[in-house]
């Protein structure tokens, strides 16, 4: 239940500050860079940050550039491209759940570190799973937050469904560099013999998922 308080706990405070700021609540001035300011006291004798500072009105900031992007799925980004590529997968090659024999997600370095459930068992546990969120896809054409329920995740057939979705690190997913271009791999493998791949990446900075073709 933390990580969404800290995001909401955030905005909240945001939206708190500009309320009293728009009413002409005051406050020391120094606030920041003062013997006793922000700066000194949770990083003392680094004044050279508060140089660094003042050079930021100039620069564009995250709020702008790119700017306040809505999830497209009520989980973890890290689930978004996979949960994508099986959407996509789906509907272009129109096959049903009885015919997958597995499905194999090739993710970059970090995402193992991050979705930790391979097999969640409450609501909370599947926002950090890619094995639910994937298998969800498959079964419905979408992730919807009422997907995020315990009953839901307990689902019969979804869980024999994550039961045949693996996630492993990509051979071109293991350096840092491939966080300005994150991917997941995914391939679908049916029972007939056919093999579906696809990759999902996003850029850094664009508000949106581009499909291609696998090309490695």
Request: with cysteine; hydrophobic share 35%; aromatic share 8%.
């Amino acid at each position: 239940m933390t990580k969404p308080l800290h995001s909401g706990n955030a905005a909240r405070n945001g939206v708190l500050a500009a309320g009293l700021a728009q009413r002409h609540f005051t406050a020391c001035p120094e606030i920041l860079e003062s013997k006793y300011g922000f700066l000194n006291v949770f990083d003392p004798g680094q004044s050279s940050r508060w140089e660094r500072l003042e050079e930021m009105p100039s620069q564009p900031t995250a709020l702008l550039t790119p700017g306040v992007r809505q999830k497209l799925f009520p989980s973890c980004s890290s689930t978004h491209r996979g949960i994508e590529a099986a959407i996509y997968l789906k509907e272009k090659e129109k096959f049903t759940l009885p015919e997958i024999e597995r499905v194999e997600c090739g993710v970059i370095y970090r995402v193992p570190e991050i979705l930790l459930y391979d097999r969640p068992k409450t609501g909370l546990e599947a926002k950090f799973s890619l094995e639910y969120c994937v298998a969800r896809a498959l079964a419905d054409g979408d992730v919807r937050l009422n997907h995020f329920s315990n009953d839901q995740v307990l689902q019969r057939d979804v869980r024999e469904l994550m039961g045949k979705i693996s996630k492993y690190i990509h051979p071109d997913g293991r350096e840092r560099k491939v966080l300005e271009r994150e991917f997941t791999n995914v391939r679908v493998v049916l029972k007939d013999g056919r093999s579906l791949n696809i990759v999902s990446t996003s850029n850094a900075g664009i508000p949106k998922t581009l499909f291609q073709r696998a090309n490695f």
